[in-house]
């Protein structure tokens, strides 16, 4: 087989219309999901719901295993493969497919093969809190720390024009504004789906770094443009 043939064979697929909801693990990315998802957007997911998430994780196993390959390896043949494999579900669905993505780096793979098919909603949430409902899950370490996931969401913002920002806290607090920045992406969502009693974690006494405080008025500065 010809170099131009296998060239041909793992060019990355194009992108039909879909919402990547990224964020931090612990920091309402499956609450975003769950609000998507009352607005008809279809998730890819084969992972079910535990007492730590009771309306399901909304993540696909695939997708979690390739954005760690793709911030350590970019687009390897292998990677191009499951990529493709991952758009090619995506755009069997007719409406708005949703994919959910907890390593933030790794959206940008998207952005360059969605283009104008592609929005995203960003999460995030108190950097104390945050750990400390990883810390209750039994979860001390993540592929990239708090700062460097969660700053990442500050680029990916700047890169994906239909795109918002918007953090757990202001979701949990059911404000006006939750609805209005998910209109700006064209979604009405259901603000019933948002349960209180699910909450895990709330004003945590962990010590957090002046960076990552840096990184969360900077998130919050951008939650209030969202929500304009």
């Known amino acids: 087989m010809s170099e131009e043939k296998k060239k041909e064979e793992i060019t990355p697929e194009k992108l039909g219309k879909t919402v990547i909801v990224g964020g931090h693990p612990r920091s309402g990315t499956s609450l975003a999901c769950q609000l998507l998802e009352s607005a008809g957007v279809k998730f890819l997911s084969d992972i079910g719901k535990d007492m730590y998430n009771k309306e399901g994780y909304y993540e696909y196993s695939l997708e979690k295993e390739l954005s760690k390959r793709l911030i350590e390896q970019a687009m390897t043949e292998e990677n191009t ?58 979860i001390s370490q993540f592929k990239l720390s708090w700062f460097d996931n969660n700053n ?61 405080m840096a990184v969360y008025k900077k998130l919050k500065e951008l939650e209030k443009k969202s929500c304009r």
């Open 81 to 138: 493969r499951d990529l493709n494999k991952i758009v090619r579900l995506l755009n069997e669905y007719e409406g708005w497919s949703g994919l959910k993505v907890v390593l933030v780096p790794a959206i940008f793979y998207y952005r360059h093969i969605g283009r104008k098919n592609l929005k995203a909603v960003f999460i995030f949430r108190n950097p104390a809190d945050s750990k400390a409902s990883m810390l209750r899950r039994g």
């Open 152 to 212: 990442a969401i500050i680029a990916a913002y700047e890169n994906i024009p239909e795109s918002i920002v918007i953090s757990y806290e202001t979701i949990m607090e059911k404000k006006p504004c939750v609805e209005r920045a998910f209109r700006k992406l064209g979604f009405k969502i259901d603000m019933s789906r948002i349960k209180s009693l699910y909450r895990t974690q709330k004003n945590s006494g962990m010590i957090i770094t002046k960076e990552e």
